[in-house]
């Protein structure tokens, strides 16, 4: 046998006695149960993250479970069919209970929450709202917005309107059927209305009060699981950090991306509105705004409105369940 088939030979064997260990190193991916909502403002890190294999080059396996409110997000963690969650405003509610650590923000809900009236209301203004009854899934994203819509016109959200509680598909419905004359919603869910009801009028959406009502996206994971998966949240949180360079470097190219892939109901003109809808940042942009205390000010003012909605008892401070390090010693730039 000559040299160089014989090195040929042991260089195959040497290979195939290595691709088994490449094969379990292959598969050897820590798998992570992650909650999220499929809106836009919610799930856009995740798909994009996705797409371009940010979370797999962590080593990183998402199971991803889709549902319909944060409310409902939250309760699967607390109950441990979850292990970490993207949501809306819902993250600065069961943290404050102690129930959760949120650890990495996805951006500014811009005008992500409107309010929608039906041409047949007669409603031209929000005080005009004033013993009307308003669609919308209370202790959400679309509620924290409302209330401030509300108050903006000097009404009493408790007192001068009556709350429809639906899940945001009922809300949505109940609108365009003539049985509520008014619904605050979170986008895509504007899609449907301008669809099938293309008579009705956007009435005022939350950038009107930017920043002073501020809603951030974010993640949070289950209190035990952070404690003791700390390695599994830097990689979550280098993974997001792929993707969001590209979100803000790229939001066409993003857009585009998401809408082919996971929103194709949508038409691409309307779904990069609605993507527009939130408001971006850089990694750097981020680092300031961890550092500064932008964040926890932002996280604390949605905190401020579910302590006196939703009656939590001893609530925790932002500055309590928010825990910026991990962001900070992870995404260097």
Do not use: C
Request: proline share 4%; no cysteine; hydrophobic share 45%.
């Amino acid at each position: 046998m000559s040299i160089r088939r014989r090195q040929l030979i042991q260089a195959g064997a040497a290979t195939a006695l290595a691709a088994p260990g490449l094969v379990v190193r292959a598969q050897a991916r820590t798998k992570v149960r992650v909650g999220y909502l499929h809106t836009p403002a919610v799930d856009s890190h995740i798909f994009i993250g996705q797409q371009l294999g940010s979370f797999a080059k962590q080593g990183l396996d998402l199971e991803l479970i889709a549902f319909t409110t944060g409310l409902e997000l939250f309760q699967a963690m607390i109950g441990g069919s979850l292990d970490m969650l993207s949501t809306g405003a819902v993250l600065s509610n069961f943290p404050a209970r102690g129930q959760g650590k949120v650890f990495l923000m996805n951006n500014i809900e811009y005008a992500t929450a409107q309010l929608w009236v039906r041409e047949d209301s007669g409603i031209k203004t929000i005080a005009d709202l004033k013993g009307k009854q308003i669609s919308t899934t209370t202790g959400t994203t679309a509620h924290v917005f409302l209330d401030r819509a509300l108050r903006s016109g000097k009404l009493d959200p408790a007192k001068d309107v009556q709350l429809v509680n639906q899940r945001m598909t009922e809300a949505v419905t109940s609108f365009i059927s003539g049985a509520v004359p008014a619904v605050a919603l979170w986008v895509p869910f504007d899609s449907v209305i301008r669809q099938k009801l293309p008579g009705a009028r956007k009435l005022v959406d939350a950038s009107a009060f930017y920043p002073q009502a501020a809603i951030m996206g974010g993640w949070a994971a289950g209190s035990d699981y952070y404690d003791k998966h700390r390695a599994v949240i830097a990689k979550l949180i280098a993974g997001w950090a792929d993707a969001n360079a590209q979100i803000v470097s790229r939001p066409d190219e993003s857009a585009e991306m998401l809408q082919k892939a996971q929103y194709p109901q949508v038409p691409l003109a309307e779904f990069k509105e609605q993507f527009k809808a939130s408001k971006y940042y850089s990694n750097a942009e981020w680092r300031t705004r961890y550092q500064d205390g932008t964040v926890t000010q932002w996280l604390q003012q949605v905190t401020d409105f579910f302590v006196a909605n939703a009656n939590i008892q001893n609530a925790l401070k932002a500055e309590q369940y928010f825990d910026a390090k991990p962001f900070l010693e992870t995404v260097k730039a």
